[in-house]
């Protein structure tokens, strides 16, 4: 009986749950069919409070249906042609909103010098290389594998970037599989003077010992170069280049060597040595003397608001995710060094700025066979720096001091070489600058609404707010009637409820009085008791 009771009041409460969902989508229906017209008296509102003609007459009915359609029309393409070109002039602004213009205004311009590496030929020191052989293998003169060691020290201290292959012949030797290559150059290395001299006799020219693609050299006029040392730099605490104004000086350094021959690499002093553009081979009693053009390229300030997605360059003060100084000549350096890491777990020698196990024989040999650096050189791709300085030898004047005979030579002490450089005053240098900023971006919206909508800022405004306004105030009104219809209906499910509940226990109260009549009737039909002395 109690299971019929519970089936019989799931399908009352079924019934009654399907009727309130069907009564509850009669009342949406109705109300979106309310709601459309609403809505065509909120666009004709909106149209008559910011002067949109077009919106009020594609909901007018007092024209013509045609007539309706065609100002629709309008209006769609209108707010399409909008999109599009605003669209079109914000591609421009995130890819291409910077251009480079030639500056002529020559006068009074300064400019920076010339940086020079200077790599030697012969920079191994014989009495050291002695002292180190025989503190870390204990091999003397004497010894039978002196040379062999010996060997070994110049394969690593002539050792550059795209020539080590002298190196990778040691892979096999197991004793040298811990040398550190970096501190035993350091160790061995002859150290130089160089004689400087320039046009500004109360400026000190820079002068670093560096380590480079071309093995330990000497950086003169390079604050970039101070990077490779690999300590930590402050920007701001890098020394200044020499510089000069043009065409009011006669801007040239002057160096002189001593016992000693090389080769030059000229870059710009913002950059490291990195190119075969300006090589210059400096033998003994040679005299140099080598005239550069220059092209500039500047930045405005403007720039600098730019991300450096849209300018497509860094600036040299800018702390990129792998380098807290930025160059374009650094920034591949590092990337042949990360190549090399990733094929053969190891950092060659040449990059102390670089974090990684270093190199010995075994790992450059490993780095021959993947035949690195070459392919190296085509994937690196670094952004340019957006200030450059390039410099390209025009003229070269190159004379020898030459010695008469024999017993000069041998009664000489020093046999003196020099290599002095100097700017050609520039005529023409470029300016990066900024040809469509987030101002131009604005205004060109306000001209395409302006054009193809006919509204400003205050109309959009004005219109938003009034669409959003009734809007919102209908959604209300929809929750409000819905909310009012479900607590009616679920009034009338309680009412319902309570009557039944009324009822059974006005049927229970009955039987318990019909069960209580029928005891005492009984009771009433049983005979008196006798009792027994």
């Avoid at 480079?100 to 300064?110: F, L, M, P």
């Avoid at 060094?337 to 190199?359: I, Q, T």
């Avoid at 024999?406 to 240098?429: C, G, H, Q, Y």
Wanted: charged share 20%; aromatic share 12%; net charge negative.
């Amino acid at each position: 009986m109690s299971n019929e009771r519970v089936l019989l009041w799931i399908r009352g409460a079924a019934a009654r749950t399907l009727r309130g969902l069907l009564a509850l989508l009669w009342m949406v229906l109705a109300g979106c069919g309310r709601y459309f017209g609403r809505l065509r008296d909120v666009v004709a509102q909106a149209g008559a409070e910011t002067g949109l003609l077009a919106l009020s007459l594609c909901v007018n009915r007092s024209i013509h249906l045609l007539e309706r359609l065609f100002w629709l029309a309008v209006v769609i393409s209108s707010v399409i042609a909008a999109l599009v070109l605003s669209r079109l002039q914000l591609e421009r602004y995130f890819s291409s909103p910077t251009v480079i213009s030639v500056d002529r205004d020559y006068r009074g311009w300064n400019g920076s010098l010339p940086a020079v590496t200077l790599c030697y030929y012969d920079h191994i020191d014989s009495f050291k290389a002695n002292e180190y052989i025989q503190e870390v293998w204990n091999v003397s003169i004497i010894d039978e594998d002196y040379f062999y060691f010996m060997d070994f020290l110049y394969a690593v201290v002539n050792a550059t970037a795209g020539n080590y292959a002298e190196l990778a012949k040691f892979a096999e030797d197991e004793r040298f599989d811990q040398i550190d290559l970096y501190e035993m150059i350091q160790r061995v290395d002859r150290p130089f003077e160089q004689v400087i001299s320039s046009f500004d006799a109360g400026f000190q020219v820079h002068v670093q010992r560096v380590m480079t693609e071309r093995g330990a050299c000497y950086a003169i006029n390079s604050p970039m170069s101070t990077v490779l040392s690999g300590q930590p730099v402050a920007y701001e605490l890098m020394p200044q280049p020499l510089s000069c104004q043009y065409g009011k000086q006669q801007c040239y350094i002057r160096m002189d060597l001593y016992e000693s021959t090389g080769v030059l690499d000229v870059h710009s002093p913002f950059e490291v040595s990195a190119t075969e553009a300006n090589i210059v081979a400096l033998h003994k009693s040679d005299e140099i003397t080598a005239s550069f053009k220059v092209l500039e390229t500047v930045a405005s300030k403007n720039l600098r608001q730019l991300s450096v997605a849209q300018r497509k360059c860094v600036f040299n003060n800018e702390e990129t995710s792998n380098l807290k100084i930025y160059s374009k000549s650094l920034c591949l350096a590092r990337c042949r060094a990360v190549m090399a890491l990733e094929m053969c777990n190891c950092v060659p020698f040449f990059y102390p700025y670089v974090d990684g196990p270093s190199c010995n024989p075994a790992g450059f040999e490993c780095l021959l066979d993947f035949k690195w650096p070459i392919w190296a050189l085509h994937i690196c791709k670094c952004p340019s720096t957006c200030t450059e300085i390039e410099y390209t030898m025009q003229t070269v004047k190159k004379s020898s001091w030459g010695v008469k005979n024999n017993e000069e030579v041998a009664s000489s002490e020093t046999a003196t070489s020099s290599f002095r450089w100097d700017l050609i005053p520039p005529k023409v240098r470029m300016r990066r600058d900024v040809v469509y900023s987030f101002e131009d971006l604005v205004v060109s919206f306000g001209g395409v609404l302006a054009l193809f909508v006919g509204v400003s800022v205050m109309g959009l405004v004005e219109m938003v707010h009034v669409l959003v306004h009734n809007l919102l105030l209908d959604v209300f009104t929809l929750l409000r009637m819905v909310w009012v219809r479900l607590r009616r209906f679920w009034r009338r499910d309680d009412h319902k409820r309570e009557a039944n509940q009324h009822d059974h226990a006005h049927a229970h109260a009955r039987l318990h009085d019909f069960n209580e009549r029928l005891s005492l009737a009984a009771t009433a039909e049983l005979p008196p008791f006798d009792y027994v002395n």
